[in-house]
C-alpha cells in the first residue's frame, strides 16, 4: 500500500520515454539487415512450400 500513493506523487519526466525511444530506434536499424535475411530465407521457403510466386 506504500508505493502507489507515492508514485501518484511524483512528477515524471518526458527524457526517459525519449531516450527508449531513441534506443529502440538505434537498435531497430542495426537489427534491421539481419531481419531482412530472415524473412527472405524462411519466406521464401514457405512460399515456394504453399505454390506462392510473386
Given at each position: 500500500?506504500?508505493?502507489?500513493?507515492?508514485l501518484q506523487n511524483?512528477?515524471?519526466?518526458?527524457v526517459?520515454?525519449?531516450?527508449?525511444?531513441?534506443?529502440?530506434?538505434?537498435?531497430?536499424?542495426?537489427?534491421w539487415?539481419?531481419?531482412?535475411?530472415g524473412?527472405?530465407?524462411?519466406?521464401?521457403?514457405?512460399?515456394?512450400?504453399?505454390g506462392?510466386s510473386k
Open positions: 500500500g506504500k508505493v502507489l500513493p507515492m511524483q512528477q515524471f519526466s518526458s526517459p520515454p525519449l531516450l527508449v525511444w531513441l534506443w529502440a530506434g538505434v537498435m531497430t536499424a542495426l537489427f539487415p539481419l531481419h531482412m535475411l524473412v527472405k530465407l524462411v519466406y521464401s521457403k514457405i512460399h515456394a512450400s504453399l506462392i
